[in-house]
């Protein structure tokens, strides 16, 4: 399976353009996925610095993804493209998906 995973108020509590802290029952969701072999896109709308202060905060939670704001290598070679919808089966973001 694919997660597709938001940043600001899911990952952390934050206060856009700073980093907050841990939302723990997430991160340690979207952990145990990557453990069980799923694959993690990191589903933001940051970019630029904020968005490499946000890899680098999740980085340090022990938070890895597998593509960020982009497909994975293997939906763009199977569609040839690379198109702004991030394919995903399941969207994990603070306004649709409550975890607990």
Known sequence: ???????DGTLCN???PELGE???IVID??????????????WTCRSGKYLD????????QGLTFDA????????IELFDNDCRK???????????????
């Open 22 to 24: 841990p939302i723990d």
């Open 68 to 75: 960020v704001n982009e497909n994975l290598p293997e939906m």
């Open 53 to 60: 202060e946000a890899v680098a905060w999740c980085k340090m």
């Open 29 to 42: 969701f979207c952990k145990q996925r990557r453990e069980e072999g799923h694959k993690l896109i990191l």
């Open 86 to 100: 991030v394919f995903a089966d399941y969207y994990i973001d603070d306004r649709n998906l409550v975890l607990g």
């Open 14 to 16: 934050s206060n856009y």
């Open 1 to 7: 399976m694919i997660y597709a995973v938001d940043f």
